[in-house]
Every structure is written in structure tokens, then in C-alpha cells.
């Protein structure tokens, strides 16, 4: 007779952990767009110059200084031009007379912190126009590039009492 033995075999498995480092990284690319970007601010008031006495008809009236502000990422350049050639007249005479910007409004630079050169001799009394004209050239990038004007005002005595009003403009452009 046979004996039948039966031999169970345990094997046990072991298992060895091998440590691995659990980063992972990404990147990306960023892109800044800067554009041009040019800003002009008046930081005076709007400009009221009276006539008082039969001597300054003749020989005008000088405004206060009159301050702009220009903020720009690149060099610039400012014009000045008036947005009519003649003033626009409120008063009692009819009909309303007509008054030339052209030798009549002056316009000198009293001071200039841009960087830049005044232009076409406005560093004195030079006339206005409704016709663009170079005020400041070559003027430097920057937040706070400030210029201040006076006006000289001349109109003379042929022209009755009254209000008589134009509007100046600046242009600052990016060449």
C-alpha cells in the first residue's frame, strides 16, 4: 500500500518597493504686447483774458502760464492749431463781427520739460492759425513730460465789446 503524502509549498513573495520621486513640471510661454500709446492733458484751466484799459488794446494782454501734460511710450511731437480762423462773437452788436485768430491770438512756450525743442519760434509771441503748426520736436518718451504756453491776445480797437471766442488745439503724435 501506498502512502500518499501530499507537501504543500508556501512560497511567500516580497516585494521591494523602489522609491521614485513623484514631480512633474510644465512651461509656458508669455508674450507682452506693448503698443504705441500717447496721451495729452490740459492741467490748466480754460483761458479769460479781459480788456480793461485803452492800452492794452493796442499793445494786448498776456495770459497766465497755461500747463499740458504729455504721457507717451515713444518720442513725440506736439502741434497747435485753432479749430476756426475766425473767434466766435457773443454780444449786442448785429450783425456779429468778425475777428481773425491770424495776428490776433499770439502764442509763446514759457517752459518746456519734455525733452524735446520748441519749434517755428515759439519761444516768443508767434501767431496762431486754424492751420497746424509744429509746437514742440523731438520731445522724449516718459509719464510726466509737462510744457506750459502763455497767450498774447492784440485785437486792436475796431472791434465793438463783446465775448469773442476760439478754441485752441494740441496735438501730440508719435512720429
Not at 493796442?58 to 511731437?77: D, L, R, T
Amino acid at each position: 500500500m501506498r502512502k500518499l503524502f501530499t507537501i504543500i509549498l508556501v512560497i511567500t513573495a516580497t516585494q521591494t518597493a523602489i522609491a521614485q520621486s513623484a514631480t512633474s513640471s510644465a512651461s509656458q510661454t508669455i508674450k507682452i504686447t506693448i503698443e504705441p500709446i500717447i496721451k495729452i492733458s490740459a492741467l490748466s484751466e480754460n483761458v479769460n483774458m479781459g480788456f480793461n484799459n485803452i492800452g492794452q488794446y493796442s499793445s494786448g494782454v498776456v495770459s497766465s502760464n497755461n500747463k499740458f501734460q504729455v504721457q507717451s511710450n515713444k518720442k513725440f511731437v506736439v502741434s497747435v492749431r485753432t479749430d476756426a480762423s475766425s473767434f466766435s462773437y457773443t454780444g449786442n452788436t448785429y450783425p456779429a463781427p468778425t475777428m481773425p485768430v491770424n495776428n490776433t491770438l499770439h502764442l509763446a512756450v514759457a517752459s518746456n520739460n519734455t525733452g524735446g525743442t520748441v519749434a517755428n519760434s515759439f519761444d516768443s509771441y508767434k501767431s496762431l492759425s486754424n492751420t497746424p503748426q509744429d509746437l514742440l520736436l523731438n520731445c522724449k518718451n516718459g509719464g510726466d513730460q509737462v510744457f506750459a504756453v502763455n497767450y498774447k491776445a492784440t485785437p486792436g480797437t475796431s472791434y465793438p465789446a463783446g465775448d469773442y471766442i476760439i478754441g485752441v488745439v494740441y496735438t501730440a503724435t508719435q512720429p
